[in-house]
C-alpha cells in the first residue's frame, strides 16, 4: 500500500464507544474516500482485463483474481472523471457484494483511518446529486470531508444501461 497515498491525518478517537468501524483511505483523482476496511478482501493489482461488450461503461472488464473471475469496475468512470486505460497494472481492490466479486479500480490506497460518530457530518450542500448518491456519510477529518464510499451505490448498474 502506498502510505504517502493519503494526506489525511487520522482522526482523534473520543472515546471507544463512539468509534466508527475502520476505514481505507482511497483515491481516485483528486477526490479521497472512506472505504470499510470490512469490505475489502483483497488489495491487488490486475494483470490483464477480458473486455466484456455491452456492459455499462463503468465496467472495464473481467479479471482473473485467484482463479476466480471477477468484475472490474472503474470509480474514475462511476464517478464521473475523466477515465483511465484501466488494464494491465492498475489498482483494484477485490470486494464482494450480494454474492458477486468486483474489482474496484482506484488509483491509490492509503492508511486505515479510525472515525468516529463525533466527526460526522451533514452532507455538503454543494454536492451534486451524481456524486452525492456514492457517499453513505460525511466526516470531518483533519481538517477536511471525507465522504464515505455507499458500495450498494457503486455496484448498482440498474440506471445506467
Do not use: C, W
Not at 49 to 70: E, F, H, M, W, Y
Amino acid at each position: 500500500m502506498n502510505h504517502e497515498a493519503s494526506k489525511i491525518p487520522r482522526a482523534p478517537v473520543h472515546g471507544a464507544g463512539n468509534a466508527l468501524d475502520g476505514y481505507f483511505s482511497i483515491k481516485v483523482g483528486d477526490d479521497t474516500f472512506g472505504l470499510p476496511v470490512t469490505r475489502v478482501q483483497t488489495i491487488f493489482r490486475i494483470g490483464a482485463v477480458t473486455s466484456a461488450p455491452g456492459g455499462p461503461r463503468d465496467i472495464v472488464g473481467l479479471v482473473n483474481l485467484r482463479g476466480k473471475i471477477v468484475t472490474a469496475v472503474s470509480l474514475r468512470r462511476r464517478l464521473g472523471l475523466p477515465s483511465e486505460e484501466g488494464g494491465s497494472g492498475s489498482l483494484a481492490i477485490g470486494i464482494e457484494h450480494r454474492n458477486e466479486s468486483f474489482a474496484l479500480l482506484v488509483d491509490e490506497v492509503g492508511d486505515v483511518l479510525t472515525l468516529t460518530a463525533d466527526n460526522a457530518i451533514a452532507p455538503p450542500p454543494h454536492i451534486g446529486k451524481r456524486r452525492a448518491k456514492f457517499a453513505s456519510g460525511y466526516n470531518r477529518v483533519g481538517g477536511r470531508i471525507l465522504p464515505l464510499l455507499n458500495i450498494d451505490a457503486v455496484f448498482d448498474f440498474s440506471d445506467d444501461r
